[in-house]
């Protein structure tokens, strides 16, 4: 029970991992505070997480309001009487293209989610970490420091890239006051996102969605894709006091495909 008596809040809580971050967080003996934009999402999440509604509590929000952060961090404090850590998988991971074909107002409305969102987030948690120092846990990507061949999303990678920047001034800036900031660094994670990825190459390609699945994988030292469950273990260490004294640093979690 990493979590036991912790309150956890949770940006991001959709169908792949921030569900599976509410869960092993729940799992593990946390309060678990959800945010997300779709108020129905977040509610079907709590009920199926925690039927009887004692140890989760919810909110619609949208990482690009200020005034939503806010909200979120009270609704902890009020509930729960508190915050411990703060797990940002809330991104955008939508746009796709490099630089030649860029649309700059699209690539300003990335980083204004992935980077200044998840620095919206982390500030209003701020004084109720302070209050019992803690974690803010990170959701990067491997894409931040070797873009894949398949795809290509220069505007996220480089808003990630960004946000581990962020990182290492945060974690001086904050570690006096005993909290701990972390990234996790995905690789090919298999949840909805990839899923959807193979079954569009797949389809393109003419052939099982097998053999688009076992190409990613042989990248791998372990020869299988990281899933969302398990990156969601990483970050719940990384909230937990197993990990008092980790801090400013990246996890690659992606099954061995980049060695660092």
């Known amino acids: 029970m990493?979590?036991?008596?912790?309150?956890?809040?949770?940006?991001?809580?959709?169908?792949?991992?921030?569900h599976q971050v509410a869960a092993a967080a729940l799992?593990?003996?946390?309060?678990?505070?959800?945010?997300?934009?779709?108020?129905?999402?977040?509610?079907?999440?709590?009920?199926?997480?925690?039927?009887?509604?004692?140890?989760?509590?919810?909110?619609?929000t949208d990482i690009a309001d200020e005034g939503q952060c806010d909200a979120l961090a009270a609704l902890a404090v009020e509930r729960f009487g508190g915050i411990d850590a703060v797990v940002h998988v809330a991104a955008l991971d939508g746009h796709f293209g490099g630089l030649e074909d860029a649309d700059f107002a699209a690539w300003t409305q990335v980083v204004d989610i992935n980077l200044l969102g998840t620095l919206r987030m982390t500030r209003a948690c701020l004084p109720a970490l302070k209050e019992r120092g803690g974690a803010v846990v990170l959701i990067g990507t491997q894409s931040s420091?070797?873009?894949?061949?398949?795809?290509?999303?220069?505007?996220?990678?480089a808003s990630k890239g960004a946000l581990v920047s962020a990182m290492y001034g945060l974690a001086r800036e904050l570690g006096p006051h005993r909290i701990r900031v972390n990234t996790v660094q995905p690789g090919w994670m298999w949840g909805p996102p990839v899923q959807g990825y193979v079954s569009f190459a797949a389809r393109s390609e003419g052939v099982p969605e097998e053999v688009v699945r076992d190409r990613l994988a042989r990248r791998m030292a372990l020869p299988e894709l990281a899933t969302d469950g398990e990156v969601a273990e990483a970050a719940v260490f990384l909230a937990s006091d197993?990990?008092?004294?980790?801090?400013?640093?990246?996890?690659?979690?992606?099954?061995?495909e980049l060695m660092r």
Do not use: F
């Open 27 to 60: 799992r593990d003996g946390a309060n678990a505070v959800l945010g997300a934009r779709t108020a129905d999402r977040l509610a079907r999440t709590a009920a199926e997480l925690d039927p009887d509604g004692g140890r989760t509590a919810w909110r619609a």
């Open 145 to 157: 420091v070797a873009a894949p061949s398949e795809v290509r999303q220069t505007a996220y990678a």
């Open 242 to 256: 197993r990990a008092r004294a980790i801090t400013g640093q990246s996890l690659l979690v992606n099954a061995g």
């Open 2 to 18: 990493l979590l036991r008596g912790k309150t956890v809040v949770v940006s991001g809580v959709g169908p792949g991992l921030g």
